[in-house]
């Protein structure tokens, strides 16, 4: 085998950060252009900007009325009304119309009678300036405005003009150069190959650049070829003020990425302790920063925040927001390792008076779990991990109005939770579902603990052969509770397409490798119900202890032949194209403490479940039969 | 006197929009487009968006290693190793390489020892499916990537990629007609005569509508005349989705812009009860939304936040954030009228561990307010007033973790703060200085009251002779205290150029009208303490008690006849251009809380005053002496 970059460090972010800018400090001149105040929107001020003009630029009316002399109108009274002629005595005038001398006060519009031949008649003296804007009363001709490292928002552009600065100096964009690399890349639109991947992270990372206000251009995937990689450096540091390499920062046999700049420049860092994110190389080549970023995206978002964005911010002048942080119940136990910071990205949602924040998949690779996320909580380096029911900080990426009209939703995971979270915002402007998949019992006990609006379920009663009711009745003794009902379910056995083991029945499963759901899925203990009536014992499936945590994970193993059965239900299987044996239908409803029935976006939830448009979307799907969803059953338990 | 609107209504803001959004429902149709996935950043799905591949596309190895057949690894340990040849027993494999049959497992470079002929060495055997992603573990074909409704943020754009998602709906763009009207505006750029203004409003709006996701064009500006002003409106109504009429809404003669909406359409709300942004008109044209603005910039803002902002959120289908609340602790009583809802303007400054508001200038036309403003302090239509120390809810427009770096000074004017306020952020990346001005006394009370980090001061001890240490002890009694030096400064009285009236002493002052500064101002003391010298009664000067804030508004109304005579600084008189006869050397130092001095933000403002950059501004401003700028004295009081 050839020779790999085994060894990376292990860098804490601050440290790398700091010995990255100090790095770079020689070589960062700031630049500056002047441009009109009317672009200005978004860019930063280079230097402070100082009225030409005062605003108002004249002695100006504050009111609609007329202007007088003040010292004319001395005498007038309730009882000694006084008459003033029009061009001797005042002057009509509007908001914003100029005061000349000898004009001195203004009388408003309302305090004043017509009398015959245009005069009017006033019941009150005016003071001297009386509803006069004086000259520079907003801005004096002078003042600075903006200061210097000033984002320019549209009030400032407003000002600018009103205060004569129709020019400013902002600094110059700073252009990022964006490298993606890898054999495997191809660009949208290319046919897809066996072992080819679209490049996206560069996509990502162009959305990225440009909010922090940089100029990002994007490179087309250059291969694993020292010599290519090499000149597409070359040229991007050439012409760019700032240039991210996108994968081959690992210790794979192609990875190139660190021996080039250890060629061309000088590598600072390779290797930080943070989880995701660790492959990060910190590189200066001629005097420009260049970042070797990883190439699964989390790892590649979560670099970009701790590495790019500071140095993006240094080069434009743009202050960093941080993000917002606020203390939420975790819901999950979290283990985290001594070796790194690890960022876990987290649902928020606001349960009662309680932020709860349930863990999404953790994986690199998941960049699922960052589209999901509402947030991060953060588990710093000196800590082996947090328990569930602690409180945790967690940096919010999502604004918190939001967060407060969301359902929050623990446990089984159906399709239907997404066809209700794209419907709810339509029916209530800002409502919306957050839905974490622990399974029918996770969920249950997440509404127990109170970190949870709605648990949906399927949970058979083996007993009484009764759907969901028995098991709210049994775990919420004494409680306020009630059954928000939702869809039939037609469950069944998921198979390749033409079903090449030909099976026909729970029996056939032991001949078959099979990939079951998790502990506490409504799924699984179907399965199991099942075995038990057949007499079958969990030891003769092969694939029982692999699990998966969808319908749809366990539809996609089987289809790529990871598994060669599984139980779920209908609609998984035809968006896999599996074939598929029915074996019962079951309910699936919304388990939900009584008190939250009231709440507006509980109301757009339940209204979701009855609107047309849903039972639209089902019948296209198939599988579900919908009966009474949205009936509310309130059980006091 | 010709017909004017005098009686505009005063709806309450969330009836008015109730009622607006009501006439608009029937005519709303929501509008969708194709694009491609990366040109989505930004942009509003119309409809959800659903994965067309699994993400990974295939098995694939999660770590660098060698690809293998778990079942062949058996009986491998520490004390029995096995060998693997490479083609026999495994394959090399990078991140992200395909795991096809008959490989199950990976095992990581770390875990693997070379042996002779290109083989590997491994202490254990490998599970099934160990580090291995499979197929759709982050995205699974079908599964829903994005609801209807989203703002698609870098990471979606990215994942929309890896899910095969290359073209999605959004909403269209919504075209947003910005008409400013009044006869006296005039371009940028054009020549400024006696009565014109810069038009610049609209800029302020084309600005927000762009932030808002919206598309806007602006009209240029159209005369107070009825029929332009009718063709204008017909064309926007023709050819956008939303218009928006600047000015020309209150009950001014040439207010034109109702009754042409009456005219052409149905005006739903013509006033609303908030201040500033009464004179606002909601109405409906041809099933457009048409709103008339105020003219003055405060207005015109809240007004476009309260009415604007909302309609076109519905338009775009984009959730408007609302800005995030906090406590904040109120350095003035507000006195409010029962008519409206009133937004003060604050500034917001953390002291100690209270969050301080300080309210700024709160009229109509006081843009500047906007642009220093922190956020702002709701009072309520129902609520006559609030005391100063009561904690009120700030609406924040700017990120806390700012107003955390950021100084809070409270005290007498100068313009060297506005020089201080530019440095700052250059000397230490993120520090602020945010100064509101109440005079000397005034800051010293608020520092008193733990309102400010800092109290810039001027006054002189009339017993001693000394300027601002014996304050401080007379104030502080008791409390460790330090008085940071600032500068020395040259005060004067500012005469119009060429001093028409030959002023040269104070005891010229009663022959001139004059413009005095606030009570507590040090200049004012000083003033004082020169009539009480020279024997002169206060009585005498005409204008004593007019007053202005800040020694620019002084200059200001100097240089445009509102006065004759006022004292101030010789920057002042020198910006404006007047004659400046000097009277004295005072001492302008800053005040504060010995417990302060460690703040990095302090630091941060110290350095600025012994940065030689400030010394040379000052030295272009003329009428300072350096002598001990940033030197600080320790004073147990």
Redesign the interface.
């Known amino acids: 085998?050839?020779k790999?970059n085994?060894y990376l460090s292990n860098t804490p972010a601050e440290e790398a950060l700091v010995r990255f800018q100090a790095a770079l400090k020689p070589h960062i001149a700031v630049k500056r252009e002047n441009i009109?105040?009317?672009d200005a929107?978004g860019r930063v001020t280079g230097?402070?900007v100082f009225a030409r003009?005062?605003?108002?630029?004249?002695?100006c009316a504050?009111m609609?009325g007329?202007a007088v002399v003040c010292q004319n109108t001395r005498g007038a009274s309730e009882s000694n009304p006084l008459t003033l002629r029009?061009g001797e005595d005042f002057l009509?005038v509007?908001?914003?119309?100029?005061i000349r001398?000898p004009y001195d006060g203004v009388i408003m519009?309302?305090e004043?009678t017509?009398v015959e031949d245009?005069g009017?008649a006033i019941r009150a003296a005016a003071a001297p300036?009386q509803h006069v804007?004086?000259?520079?009363?907003?801005?004096?001709?002078?003042?600075?405005?903006?200061?210097?490292?000033h984002t320019v928002?549209?009030?400032?552009?407003?000002?600018?003009?009103?205060g004569?600065a129709?020019e400013l100096s902002v600094r110059a964009k700073s252009t990022v150069a964006i490298l993606p690399t890898g054999t495997?890349m191809i660009e949208?639109?290319d046919e897809?190959g066996?072992?080819s991947?679209?490049?996206?992270?560069s996509?990502?990372?162009?959305?990225?650049v440009?909010?922090g206000g940089g100029d990002p251009t994007r490179f087309s995937p250059t291969p694993d070829e020292y010599d290519q990689l090499k000149s597409a450096l070359q040229k991007a540091v050439r012409d760019f003020d700032m240039v991210l390499m996108i994968a081959g920062t690992?210790?794979?046999?192609?990875?190139f990425t660190v021996h080039l700049l250890r060629e061309l420049g000088e590598v600072v860092v390779h290797g930080v302790a943070i989880k995701p994110g660790k492959p990060v190389i910190l590189a200066v080549v001629d005097g420009k920063p260049v970042i070797g970023l990883p190439?699964?995206?989390v790892s590649a978002?979560l670099a970009y925040q701790n590495f790019v964005a500071p140095i993006l911010s240094?080069l434009t002048g743009r202050?960093q927001?941080?993000l917002?942080a606020v203390k939420a119940t975790l819901t999950r136990s979290l283990v985290s390792s001594l070796k790194h910071r690890e960022y876990v990205r987290v649902k928020v949602g606001k349960v009662g008076d309680r932020l709860i924040a349930s863990p999404l998949?953790r994986?690199a690779?998941?960049?699922?779990s960052?589209?999901r996320a509402d947030g991060f909580c953060l588990i710093d380096q000196d800590v082996e991990g947090v328990e569930a029911g602690a409180q945790v900080d967690v940096l919010l990426s999502r604004?918190?109005?939001?967060l407060e009209r969301t359902v929050v939703s623990i446990g089984s995971h159906d399709?239907i939770l997404?066809?209700l979270?794209?419907l709810m915002?339509?029916i209530s402007?800002?409502a919306g579902l957050s839905s974490a998949h622990v399974g029918s019992m996770g969920g249950l006990l997440a509404l127990k603990n109170g970190e949870c609006h709605i648990a949906p379920y399927h949970l058979l009663d083996e007993a009484s052969g009764e759907y969901n009711l028995p098991y709210l009745k049994r775990l919420f003794i004494g409680e306020g509770m009630a059954l928000i009902k939702g869809v039939g379910r037609v469950q069944g056995i998921m198979v390749q397409k033409g079903n090449p083991l030909g099976v026909s029945e729970i029996e056939d499963l032991p001949r078959c490798s099979y990939i079951n759901r998790q502990r506490g899925a409504g799924t699984r203990l179907l399965l199991d119900y099942k075995l038990k009536t057949l007499g079958i014992d969990p030891g003769e499936i092969s694939g029982y202890s692999?699990e998966a945590a969808?319908h749809?994970?366990v539809?996609?193993?089987v289809?790529?032949?990871?598994a060669q059965a599984g139980l779920g239900v209908l609609s998984?299987a035809k968006?896999?194209g599996l074939d598929f044996i029915p074996i019962g239908e079951e309910e699936y409803d919304f388990a939900i403490r009584a008190e939250f029935l009231e709440l507006p976006h509980i109301c757009a939830f339940i209204a979701a479940l009855k609107d047309a448009r849903f039972h639209e979307r089902l019948d296209e799907l198939g599988g579900y039969t919908i009966r009474s969803a949205g009936e509310v059953i309130r059980v006091d338990c």
Do not use: C, H, K
């Open positions: 085998m050839s790999r085994l009109s105040a009317v929107l230097q402070a003009y005062n605003s108002p630029l004249y002695n504050a609609d007329v029009e009509p509007d908001t914003g119309d100029p001398p519009a309302e004043l017509q245009g009017v300036w804007r004086p000259v520079g009363e907003d801005i004096v001709a002078g003042e600075m405005i903006l200061p210097a490292g928002r549209p009030i400032d552009v407003g000002v600018l003009l009103s004569g129709a495997e949208l639109g897809i066996e072992d991947i679209v490049e996206s992270n996509r990502m990372f162009e959305g990225l440009r909010q690992s210790a794979g046999r192609e990875d190439g699964y995206p978002y240094e202050t927001e941080d917002p998949a994986g690779g998941a960049a699922m960052l589209v604004g918190l109005s939001g399709l997404d066809i979270a794209d915002p339509e402007g800002g692999r969808t749809m994970a539809a996609a193993a289809r790529e032949g990871g998984a968006a896999m």
